[in-house]
C-alpha cells in the first residue's frame, strides 16, 4: 500500500517537473509575443485572444476537474503571462529596490540617514523667532538629536494663519544649526525658492500638500541638497513612489521618504499613521524612510508610542515638533511637545528595550 503511494508521488513530482517546464517555455513564448506587440505599438492584455484561447482549452477538456476550475488556472496563468510581458513593458523605477537592490544611504555632512542607525529630526513647527528656535536647539543637542526642523515658509490651510516668515526664517534656522552643531530641515513651496533652500538649509523639504507639485520635485531634483520629501494627504504608495522617481529622474538621488499619515475617516487622530507604509517603502524602494509622529496623530500622547512603532517596523528615523512652549505657538500649538515632554520622550526611546525592532 504504502509503496503505492510513494510510486503514485513520484509520478506526481515527475508531473510537477513537466508542468514547470511547460510554464516557462509557455513564459519564453510570451516574451517573445511581447516583444513583437510591443515594437508594433500593441498593447499586453489582450481578452479577445484570452477568450479564444479559454473556449479552445474547454473543447479540448475532458476533466476530472471541473470546468470553472481549469478555466481559474488557465486565467491566473494568462494573468502571470500579462505581468512577465508588462515587466517588459513598465519602466522600472529608479527608486525601486528592482533597480537598485541595496540601501540607500544619505550622507548630510558627517551624519547619515538610513545607515541602520536612528535619525531624529526634531524642532519648532515655525521658526518664529532667534530666541525661540534658539531655546529648541539647544535641548535638541542636549538630548543627542543632530538635525534640527522649522518652517519658515508654511502653507496652512487658511490664508489668515501664520505664514512663516520666509528667509529670514531660514535664516534664524542656520544661525541656531551652526551655534549648536546640527543639520538644519526646513520645507520650500515654490520651485523658485529651492535656490533659497539650497543657501540655508542642509535638508530641503517637499510638504505633505506639495507631493504632486512636479515642478517643485523637479527643481528640487537639479539642487544637490539631500531632499525629505512627505508623503502627500491622500497620495497612495504608489503616487509616493513615483513622486519621488521625479526628483531622481532629474539627477538627485539624495531622497529621503517620510511618512506623515494620511487622510482616513477616522476622527480620533489628525491623519491616521499608514504603518506599513514603511516596511512596504523600505521593500520596494532603496530609499531611507522616515515618520513623522506629530503630524501623522496630532495629539501629543500619541507621539511616543508611535515613535515606538515606527522603528520596530524599520523606520530610519523619526520627526516631531517641539516648542518651549507650544500654547502660545504660532501653529501647531496643539501637537508640538514643550521641552520637558520632548526630553522624556527621547529619553523613553532611548532605553535599551524600548523598542524591539525588527533589524
Ligand atoms: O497572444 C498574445 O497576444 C499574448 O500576448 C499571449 C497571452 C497569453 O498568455 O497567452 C498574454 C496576454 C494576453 O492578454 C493574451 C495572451
Redesign the pocket.
Known sequence: MSNHLDQLRDELDQVNIKILDLINE?GRL?KE??DI?KSQGMK????V??RE?LDHIIDQHQGPFEYATVKHIFKE??KA??EL?EGDYRETLLVSRKKKPSDTIISVGDISVGNGENQFIMGPCSVESQEQVNTVAKAVKQQGVNILRGGAFKPRTSPYDFQGLGEEGLKMLRHAGDQYGLKVVSEITNPKDIELGTKHLDIIQIGARNMQNFDLLKEAGKSNKPILLKRGLAATINEFMNAAEYVVTQGNSNLILCERGIRTYETATRNTLDITAVPILKQETHLPVMVDVTHSTGRRDLLLPAAKAAIAVGADGIMAEVHPDPAVALSDSQQQMDIPTFEHFMEQLKQPHAVVNNG
Not at 499586453?44 to 481578452?47: I, N, R, S
Request: hydrophobic residues 40%; glycine residues 6%.
Open positions: 509557455r510570451v509575443i511581447g506587440k499586453a492584455y489582450d481578452p485572444r484570452e484561447m496563468i494568462f503571462a500579462k510581458q
